[in-house]
């Protein structure tokens, strides 16, 4: 068995355990008061909820049970079946019976089961015919003891047969059943309580694990995320203090001596995240439903396949892109998948597929959702950034095709031209990106017209340690995160070019802005940090080489000049507490060995702050 | 009976304040408002911050801004300051923020009947902006020493103020 798998059914049991609990509890308290509707509400809801879980992970005798409960539990709820207290009896059994098959799971053990399901399923059975006088309701009757049969246990289906012919389920059929079960249940009975009659070797054994098994402990416990947060902090400050050790140290004594601290603090900060991640099948598991009701809205016939369903994610990336997630879906499915009959006479097929997957890459995740719908169109795209002031006409003949599709995530897009109820109200897209940018992930799109879009979102895998480049400015230690770093250039001044009122350089055949990070630092407005950057350079020596650091974020370049480049270092962030944590340029900080402390840039806001072109023309026209 | 009674109310009413000078200026925080006192560690500037933000600072581990109250209330520079300007650190802290003060001097204590600290209004005659944290004076030695709310001080609105791509 894979660890996935063990990991998977270790979760089942534990989560199983709970629920019988949750089923004692709550039986014990109907006993109490027998009108208790909603815990007669909540038992089939558990039971439902076992059953089909059981089912999932292939525990068909375990299922088979539950089922045989909530039918029982349906009954009761329709107020068709009255409790009394052998019926209490029968249930308390029932549930004894459902943790030791739950124990079966975990030690083989063959649980005898099936002479209590049968005597439950009489009573079941008993209650529909008894009421069941027009024709129509044996005929339901019928059906659903056959779908029964396809899935419970043949032994069952004998029983049945044996009995009387399934055709008539009438008064004397069920009594029949009904002793005879009776008379299985009692030799099961029998073998655990007064030995005797049945041979010692013939005993279920289950039945011992049975009475430990009430007071079983499940091997998972349940810890909040909040206290996961705060031992994830406390190992970032270990490690800092670490580091602040030995660098204070490693003069005097041989790097050797804090080997072992080094490692085990390591290994524990490590553990901690690996601790803190999940599968994204978690998340993924639950869109099923979104592209159900997505596509019954817009009436379109979508399936949803994913893929890479164990990649494994911090759980609190997870949550914070989870919103996105059902949004670009949502999004697929409006904008991307055509209407049935658009899609067959494009001879695409009626039923259109959207993809999620998710794989690990270098040190993230990247989630890709692809549809095979109509993409995206790009002359649309073009025509509404210009109607909504986004960009001029002059620059939207200028922009490339891959530029003008990230005009879709700026605020105040959208191009359906109605608004519907999935997507379309112009929000959305820009809160996609928003969110990605607070966990430091990007976002770039595919599309190709006719064959569908991509969306890849290139996240994080976990939030606690950043591989950084660490530099320096204005004597100033700023750490850049290598995820947007692509890469660093020492270069003179007579490669730089002017351009409009600024600097760039020609970098793998693109043209790259180049700005001073000190004025990014200092000034109000791009503009004004371009002309400082362009004095700045004419009174630098012609000899004097500059550090350049090329970066990117969602597919744009900028290159950042800084005074001097230090190393790669991987580093524990630390959010800006209040008051300064109205400073989005830097989004958190981190303590060097030295003690001093470090600054991280944002690099999402320097982004918006180079290209904030959109944003301020939509200024001017509000002015 | 009766001196226990007096004394009790004494303890009371008495205030225990922080006093530190600012140029030629005299100022005092409530000790509650105060965590400790270090000495100054290396101060990291930080952008797209107010002049009187220092930066920032790593005083055990927690790294907190550090703000200097001369520049905020424009006491002025005393040349004779200069040397030894910000020597020392009040670190202030409540639950949702933590910043450190600079100050020249170490800091005395001083303990007060609440009824010496007067009611601000009434003293300053001008409106100054930094008013609504000043929560009374205090007359000690022929010194006026204003008593001031640290954490509204620090919270208050300013930093917010920054150009919208910071």
């Known amino acids: ?623 | 009976m009766t001196t226990k009674n007096v004394t009790e109310l004494e303890d009371q009413d008495m205030q225990q304040l922080i006093v530190f000078r600012l140029a030629s200026e005299y100022y005092a925080i409530h000790i509650d408002q105060i965590k400790e006192v270090v000495l100054t560690p290396a101060i990291t500037k930080m952008p797209k911050t107010p002049e009187h933000i220092r930066g920032v600072a790593n005083i055990r581990g927690n790294i907190i801004a550090i703000v200097d109250l001369a520049l905020k209330f424009q006491a002025g520079q005393d040349e004779s300051d200069k040397a030894g300007k910000g020597n020392y650190t009040l670190v202030v802290e409540s639950e949702d923020m933590k910043a450190g003060v600079l100050v020249t001097d170490v800091p005395n204590t001083l303990n007060v009947p609440a009824s010496v600290i007067e009611d601000a209004a009434g003293v300053l005659t001008d409106s100054r902006e930094n008013e609504s944290y000043i929560k009374g004076v205090v007359k000690s030695d022929d010194q006026l020493i204003l008593l001031i709310d640290i954490l509204s001080v620090l919270s208050d609105k300013h930093l917010e103020n920054l150009p919208n791509a910071g």
């Open chain 1, 1 to 623: 068995m894979s660890d996935k798998e063990k990991e998977y059914k270790e979760l089942f049991i534990a989560e199983s355990q709970e629920q019988l609990e949750e089923l004692n509890r709550l039986l014990t308290d109907l006993e109490k008061h027998p009108q208790g509707k909603s815990e007669i509400q909540s038992i089939f809801r558990i039971t439902h909820t076992l059953k089909g879980n059981a089912a999932g992970m292939g525990f068909s005798d375990l299922s088979a049970f539950a089922h045989t409960l909530e039918d029982l539990f349906g009954l009761v709820r329709d107020d068709k079946l009255s409790l009394n207290d052998d019926l209490f009896t029968q249930i308390y059994k029932s549930l004894d019976i459902l943790s030791e098959l739950l124990q079966q799971v975990v030690t083989g053990q063959k649980v005898r089961y099936k002479g209590l399901q049968t005597k439950l399923r009489v009573i079941i059975e008993s209650v529909s015919s008894g009421e069941a006088n027009q024709e129509s309701a044996i005929h339901d009757n019928n059906q659903v003891t056959e779908t029964e049969n396809d899935h419970a246990e043949d032994d069952l289906n004998n029983e049945m047969k044996e009995a009387e012919p399934l055709s008539s389920p009438e008064e004397s059929a069920s009594e029949n059943t009904m002793v005879e079960a009776n008379n299985s249940l009692e030799n099961e009975e029998s073998g655990s309580s007064v030995a005797g009659e049945i041979p010692e070797k013939e005993r279920p054994k289950g039945k011992n694990t049975g009475t430990e098994q009430n007071i079983a402990f499940s091997d998972l416990i349940q810890v909040p995320v909040r206290k996961l947060d705060h031992l994830l902090n406390l190992v970032g400050e270990l490690v800092i203090e670490r580091d602040r050790l030995i660098a204070s140290a490693g003069n005097r004594k041989s790097s050797n001596e804090y080997s072992r601290l080094n490692r085990i603090s390591s290994d524990l900060q490590y553990s901690v995240m690996d601790v803190r991640l999940i599968q994204v099948g978690f998340l993924f598991n639950k869109f099923h439903r979104v592209v159900r009701d997505a596509a019954r809205m817009e009436d379109k016939a979508v399936r949803l396949e994913i893929k890479g369903s164990d990649t494994e994610i911090d759980r609190n990336i997870l949550q914070i892109i989870s919103d996105s997630l059902i949004h670009l879906i949502r999004n697929s499915i409006s904008h991307g998948i055509e209407t049935k009959t658009e899609r067959t006479k494009l001879d695409k097929g009626e039923e259109g597929v959207v993809t999620l997957s998710a794989r690990s890459e270098n040190d993230g995740v990247v989630i890709e959702i692809q549809d095979d719908g109509q993409g995206i169109n790009i002359q649309r795209v073009r025509d509404k950034a210009i109607a909504r002031n986004l960009i001029t006409r002059r620059e939207a003949d200028s922009l490339s095709d891959e530029d003008i599709i990230l005009l879709i995530f700026e605020p105040g897009f959208s191009t359906m031209e109605q608004v519907t109820s999935l997507a379309g109200r112009g929000v959305g897209m820009d809160v996609v990106k928003s969110a990605l940018d607070s966990v430091g992930g990007t976002i770039s799109v595919h599309s190709e017209p006719g064959k569908g879009s991509k969306f890849i979102l290139k996240l994080p895998s976990t939030m606690a340690v950043k591989g950084t480049l660490l530099f320096e400015s204005e004597e100033v230690t700023y750490a850049i995160p290598l995820t947007n770093t692509k890469s660093v250039l020492s270069l003179y001044k007579k490669e730089i070019k002017r351009l409009s009122g600024g600097l760039a350089i020609t970098f793998q055949d693109r043209t790259v802005p180049v700005i001073f990070l000190v004025e990014i630092l200092r000034s109000k407005s791009v503009e004004l940090a371009s002309a400082a950057s362009l004095k700045k350079m004419e009174e630098l020596h012609d000899e004097q080489s500059m550090d350049i650091i090329i970066v990117e974020f969602n597919g744009r370049y900028f290159a950042l000049v800084v005074d001097k480049l230090l190393q790669q270092k991987e580093i524990v962030e630390k959010t800006l507490k209040p008051p300064l944590d109205v400073i989005k340029v830097i989004s958190g900080v981190t303590i060097l060995g030295n003690g001093n402390v470090c600054l991280v840039l944002n690099v999402a806001m320097i982004h918006n702050f180079m290209f904030q072109r959109a944003k301020s023309l939509n200024s001017d026209q509000t002015v």
